[in-house]
């Protein structure tokens, strides 16, 4: 059987080419494609943070729907806004080389953070390891695309503004003046692309399935286990890295208290062929060690 492989995407840039990617790879191995745009809730709501938007999966939940009712076929997302459990019927089929994890600081100018500072970003993660390190900062909320997040930041007199790198570099909007934030964890599958479609459907998991990328799966598949058994999603500020040196698979991971001023780590290392539960592994230590107890604050704070 030869089908038209229907991808279903965002219609912000960075969805686009994130779909125009996965588009590409398919047609060179054969498959006739097509995209198909379906704006989502996330998108369309800009004044409130994700945390405060009462679903998971804000940016994914309307293609979830749009595949289930069968309009498009596969769906292409950027996996740390993908919910840790798909919903009933949808599986992933594989997940893109990795880019850059890293996220950066674009600036406005050149600030002192020994003086008081202006921040701005929509993401609990990134606030509260901001004020971890800079306790006297004040963190501003700063919602939509890439290219509106970038704007805004030129409009108001804020010292910087916190992005992932991957996105900017994605759709050529990384700017001269940011600097790294090497000692910021990311969010559990920052940097990577996975594909979904419905269970059902052999054809196109069968065709995705040869974009898959098994190094980019592993360490995504450990980082968003950290989450789910943390039960993170977008209303706690938990960070994850994991990454492979040869035969050993290296990760970190972090839940901070919402004001920074609390932090609990955990870092192992295991060989790769052993990788089964290890993100389990990771939580449950962390949980024992004084998140479970971290974690009934923080939803006890956001009620």
Not at 141 to 168: D, H, S, Y
Not at 179 to 201: F, R, S, Y
Not at 235 to 264: H, M, R, W, Y
């Amino acid at each position: 059987m030869s089908k038209i492989i229907r991808i279903g995407t965002r219609d912000s840039q960075l969805a686009l080419w994130q779909a125009h990617t996965v588009k590409t790879q398919l047609e060179a191995l054969g498959y006739k494609t097509e995209l198909i745009s379906v704006k989502s809730t996330g998108d369309l709501v800009l004044d409130k943070p994700l945390y405060e938007l009462g679903i998971t999966g804000v940016f994914t939940k309307t293609l979830d729907v749009a595949m289930l009712n069968g309009t498009v076929d596969i769906a292409v997302h950027s996996m740390k806004d993908v919910p840790t459990l798909l919903p009933k019927g949808i599986v992933q089929t594989a997940v893109l080389q990795r880019a850059s994890s890293q996220d950066i600081l674009v600036l406005n100018g050149k600030p002192n953070f020994e003086n008081p500072c202006t921040i701005a970003t929509g993401s609990l993660r990134r606030k509260a390891q901001w004020l971890h390190r800079y306790p006297k900062h004040k963190v501003v909320g700063l919602r939509g695309n890439v290219n509106t997040r970038l704007q805004k930041l030129k409009e108001n007199p804020w010292q910087g503004a916190i992005f992932a790198k991957a996105g900017l570099e994605r759709i050529q909007v990384l700017p001269e003046n940011y600097i790294p934030l090497d000692w910021m964890i990311p969010a559990p599958a920052q940097g990577a692309m996975v594909v979904v479609a419905l269970e059902t459907d052999s054809y196109c998991k069968e065709a995705t399935s040869q974009l898959n990328v098994t190094n980019s799966q592993v360490c995504t598949h450990i980082e968003r286990e950290f989450l789910r058994i943390l039960e993170g999603g977008c209303t706690a500020p938990i960070g994850a890295i994991a990454t492979i040196n040869e035969n050993e698979l290296q990760f970190k991971g972090v839940l901070f208290s919402l004001d920074g001023q609390i932090k609990l780590e955990v870092e192992k290392s295991i060989s790769l062929d052993q990788y089964d539960n290890f993100g389990r592994t990771c939580a449950l230590h962390l949980l024992s060690n004084g998140g479970k107890e971290l974690m009934a604050a923080i939803k006890k704070e956001m009620l």
